[in-house]
């Protein structure tokens, strides 16, 4: 096969299924809402758990709905898919929104299944599980829709609600996605005002005036969208209070429950967080040093070091080779990660092309019914951009992983699912690293690591502080924009411990980040800090050498679909989340990573003295 098929910028849609503004595409998309219908309206009717008889009917209807689910998942994907890459195709938005309103059916089924289980003792719900070969293999499901069900309204109002969020939170979330994607920032290129979507504007270039030019230009132009990103927050964040005040349970319920885990875990990780990320701090301070600066500002957060140093500026990675340098480290930690990397590139799952109109972010999606995934990104010839599809293809591989278990056992959470994919970037880094061959390599090396971590132990951690005060402040009213870059200057400064220069903060971040607007995920920010230490320690315990590690690792990926997060970690790992030494041992790989750093440092400001 030709390095041409290879390294394609361009995904493969045409395979799955026929573009969606086809007639094609519309019967399938027709019969899909056909066989969706008649499953919801089969769940009105099943037999109380207790009845005779039940576990035969409850059998037959999961096998239906768990086949209409993972057919649910390709259609969604595939549309946005499309949409990602031409995010000003307004047929595509439309299309997306008749998928949005189907979500009721699927939610009403699956709240049917779940409403059945309140109430049921343990007893009762063995005799259930032992009554058909299907629920037995799939009682990690079943148990949690029981877990699952005390976070649902009585029937009538969990259908009401369902279908008031078709026109409510998700009508905001999706708004948001169609300004966002329209969205043009100009800035200044070779003397020349040129537009560029947000997904293209850079700030790891080596030149502060333009860091910083590019930056008033990005929040300008999003500052521009305040109130209706403050409407849409405001919106999307209010339904979901309106619900938890009926439920009787506080805002972290839910993105706790959804992703498997206890709030005594997320304590503890956040507080031993906030104990030792101090350690930081003399990284942050030797990377201004070497920039020149007294303190960093936001948007040099990503600066490459000087070429002061004695090297000359990093070249840019053709894509070509930054995919051969991961497939080639994939293939050093585990033969089987590695033909998966390259299998995914010579089938064209990667879309990465450096244009304008297409969505900002990066992201991994799934074709369960033809066990594929699809990674989309903008590939900027970067280290940082390498990393991000070595990021996505962990996502993949976790998904390939699972591709031979029942459908329902696919899924895993999300806090997770972000451990696959920075132990992936783990992978990388280390090999880059031992690679590095000057201390010049070595200081971009370690910098673009300890960057990594900046961004999940302060970064995603005033995200989480601003989501958390913000919560609290919705339940007594609307929060205005400017009350809103208020929260978000104090999580920022609490979060970075005052690191940046007084000018350097960026109170509208709550109006860029597209986190914040996902309807159905409450909270998306805690994961990834969880899956990014959670992968620091699995990387540490693959460094002690044993040969053995990389068949541990996909026992662990297999448990994240049929365990809770604590019990999935437990049995492959032997530690206790709700305890602070695994996350004092991740911090600990991290604070070396640091003191390697300022020693380096320190030599070389020591030289140009």
Not at 100 to 129: K, T, W
Not at 319 to 330: G, I, K, M, R
Not at 371 to 398: C, I, K, N, P
Request: contains cysteine.
């Amino acid at each position: 096969m030709s390095d041409s098929m290879l390294y394609s910028l361009h995904w493969d849609l045409d395979s799955i299924l026929p573009n969606p503004q086809t007639p094609a595409f519309q019967a399938h998309l027709e019969q899909f809402k056909v066989d969706l219908t008649l499953v919801a309206e089969q769940s009105d009717k099943l037999p109380p758990i207790t009845a005779s008889g039940a576990s035969s009917v409850w059998g037959s209807l999961i096998e239906q709905l768990s086949t209409l689910l993972a057919r649910g998942e390709d259609l969604n994907a595939f549309v946005g898919c499309h949409a990602a890459v031409d995010a000003e195709n307004k047929e595509f938005q439309r299309i997306e929104g008749s998928l949005s309103a189907l979500s009721p059916l699927r939610q009403r089924a699956l709240a049917n299944v779940e409403l059945a289980f309140v109430g049921v003792d343990e007893p009762a719900f063995d005799r259930f599980i032992a009554g058909d070969a299907r629920l037995k293999t799939l009682r990690f499901v079943l148990e949690e829709c029981r877990r699952n069900a005390a976070l649902r309204l009585p029937k009538e109002q969990e259908q009401l609600a369902n279908e008031l969020a078709v026109d409510g939170a998700q009508a905001w979330s999706r708004l948001y996605d169609r300004i966002s994607g329209e969205l043009k920032i100009e800035v200044m290129e070779r003397g020349h005002v040129v537009k560029k979507s947000p997904g293209q504007i850079q700030f790891d270039m080596p030149e502060r005036s333009v860091r910083q030019n590019n930056f008033y230009a990005f929040d300008k132009a999003w500052a521009d969208l305040a109130d209706t990103c403050a409407d849409a927050l405001n919106h999307i964040s209010g339904a979901r209070l309106t619900k938890y005040a009926r439920l009787g349970v506080d805002h972290l319920a839910a993105p706790l429950r959804l992703n498997r885990m206890t709030r005594d875990t997320l304590d503890t990780m956040w507080g031993t967080i906030t104990d030792k990320k101090q350690c930081l701090l003399p990284y942050l301070d030797r990377k201004a040093k070497l920039l020149g600066l007294k303190k960093l500002a936001w948007y040099d957060q990503a600066a490459p070091l000087p070429t002061s140093l004695g090297e000359p500026p990093q070249a840019d990675i053709s894509y070509p080779e930054a995919v051969d340098l991961v497939c080639h480290t994939f293939q050093q930690f585990s033969p089987d990660f590695g033909s998966f990397a390259t299998h995914a590139f010579r089938e064209k799952w990667v879309e990465a092309e450096n244009r304008a109109g297409k969505r900002q972010g990066a992201f991994c999606t799934g074709i369960p019914t033809q066990q594929q995934t699809r990674v989309f990104m903008t590939y900027t010839g970067t280290a940082d951009s390498m990393s991000t599809l070595a990021h996505e293809l962990g996502h993949a591989y976790h998904s390939w992983v699972l591709r031979e278990q029942p459908f329902l056992l696919q899924d895993y959470p999300m806090n997770l699912a972000e451990t696959a994919s920075t132990f992936a970037e783990a992978v990388l880094g280390e090999k880059r690293l031992a690679a590095a061959s000057s201390v010049s390599q070595q200081l971009g090396m370690l910098d673009q690591m300890l960057g990594d971590a900046v961004a999940f132990m302060m970064n995603i951690h005033c995200r989480f502080l601003f989501e958390d005060r913000f919560h609290i402040a919705r339940r007594k009213g609307e929060v205005s924009a400017a009350e809103l870059s208020a929260l978000m200057l104090a999580s920022q400064k609490e979060a970075y411990l005052n690191a940046f220069d007084d000018d350097g903060w960026y109170p509208d971040f709550w109006i860029s980040k597209l986190h914040f607007y996902i309807s159905g995920w409450p909270f998306y920010n805690f994961p990834y800090t969880f899956g990014y230490l959670l992968s620091n320690g699995l990387y540490s315990i693959a460094a002690e050498g044993d040969k053995h590690f990389p068949e541990r690792y996909q026992k662990f990926l297999i448990a994240t679909g049929c365990q809770l997060t604590e019990d999935a970690v437990q049995s492959s790992l032997g530690y206790d989340l709700r305890k602070p030494d695994f996350w004092i041992r991740s911090i600990d790989v991290i604070a070396q990573r640091v003191d390697q750093f300022v020693k380096l440092a320190d030599s070389v400001l020591e030289d140009h003295r």
